[in-house]
């Protein structure tokens, strides 16, 4: 009769991933809103942290026809930091503490990008459908 050994992994292995800082990158619309409830999912250990990210793109001519620059800026960041609040609360009427939110001005891939390695996330939770 043969048998057979059967080799055991190491626990280090199958330790599990501490997640601590998660990213959010949003645009408020309902894919966005969807990827920020998966991301409450996920930070589930009490040392987790939420990081909400809006990005504000530049202008471009056509975006701009009958809108006064500042003024207009002033109030779609005003806006922005409003509903990024919200989400704030949300995370933290489920539990989270410590959820931060950032805006910043440039092309929202690049960002994002950069927002994730300044801040040292272990996770981006993104939506793939959005503006």
Known sequence: MKTETVATSSAAE?????????LVPTD???ASKKAFSYALR??????????LLHVLEPETPLTLAGRTGTAFYEEELAAVEKDLRALAHSAGAAGIAGTRSIVRTGVATHEIVEAAKELDVDLIVIATHGR
Request: proline share 9%; net charge positive; aromatic share 10%.
């Open 14 to 22: 199958h330790a599990a991933i501490t997640i601590r800082k998660i």
């Open 28 to 30: 408020f619309s309902p």
């Open 42 to 51: 996920f930070a589930g250990e009490p040392s987790s942290k939420i990081v």
